[in-house]
């Protein structure tokens, strides 16, 4: 079975400190999407990125990078000089691609990511 | 593109009662919709996976008479939480996948019961 492990429940950085988030999946399946969303306090999820497991470029995206690592099994966020709207709960979350599944999402129990000026 | 609503954004119902709640994509038609709970401070857990035209696939320790789905079109999928109770307070959202493989998230409906 599939799992999404966020051993960091919350986070606190003062603006402009980098941080990063950690991931770490478990899955059978050799094909496999990961995923990043973001949940501000009003709720609606946000969609950061989503990467296949045969693409294990890291990828930048402004202040946003994503360091995926298939030996270790971990799919890190990172971002850079954090601001005040940053903070929020941030998802991972991970989808095996096997026949007769409709590209489930399993989510990790997300990282509360607190930036205070 | 790829906008999901849900509505209502929020209700508050007595305990007894039952609640629909409404998940349409707005510009694209989609074959497959999916509902999760998340409960305050956790993570969503997926309730069940929906598509069109056929039964509601549930997961594990989700009563499916007690919340009653039904996706009757391809843009439309219903949440109906039958004989609320306290503890179904919540926050539902429901998610819809296209001819793709990306899922896009409505923006939730927090459920109160009294």
């Known amino acids: 079975a599939q799992k999404v492990t966020q051993a960091q429940t919350e986070i606190s950085v003062v603006e402009k400190e980098d941080v990063t988030l950690d991931c770490v999946y478990e899955?059978?399946?050799?094909?496999?999407?990961l995923f990043w969303y973001k949940q501000p306090p009003s709720g609606e999820l946000v969609f950061l990125i989503r990467r296949n497991s045969f693409d294990e470029q890291n990828e930048i995206s402004g202040r946003y990078s994503w360091n995926f690592q298939k030996s270790t099994s971990s799919f890190n966020f990172t971002i850079t000089a954090s601001q005040v709207v940053d903070s929020a709960v941030y998802f991972c979350?991970?989808?095996?691609?096997?026949?007769?599944?409709?590209?489930?999402?399993?989510f990790g129990t997300g990282t509360r990511l607190q930036v205070t000026l | 593109g790829a906008v999901v609503s849900q509505h209502p954004s929020w209700v508050i119902c007595k305990s007894g009662t039952s609640v629909k709640i409404e998940c349409r994509s707005l510009?694209?038609?989609?074959?497959?919709m999916f509902w999760y709970r998340q409960f305050p401070k956790q993570s969503l857990m997926l309730m069940a996976t929906s598509n069109e035209g056929s039964k509601a696939t549930y997961e594990q320790g989700v009563e499916k008479d007690k919340f009653l789905i039904n996706h009757a079109s391809l843009t439309l999928s219903t949440l109906t939480v039958t004989s609320a109770h306290p503890e179904d307070s919540s926050f539902y959202i429901c998610s819809a996948r296209g001819r793709g493989y990306e899922q896009y998230f409505g923006p939730g409906t927090r459920l109160t019961v009294t």
């Open positions: 510009d694209f038609q989609a074959t497959t």
């Open positions: 979350a991970l989808s095996e691609v096997s026949s007769g599944t409709a590209s489930k999402l399993t």
């Open positions: 899955t059978r399946d050799t094909t496999y999407y």
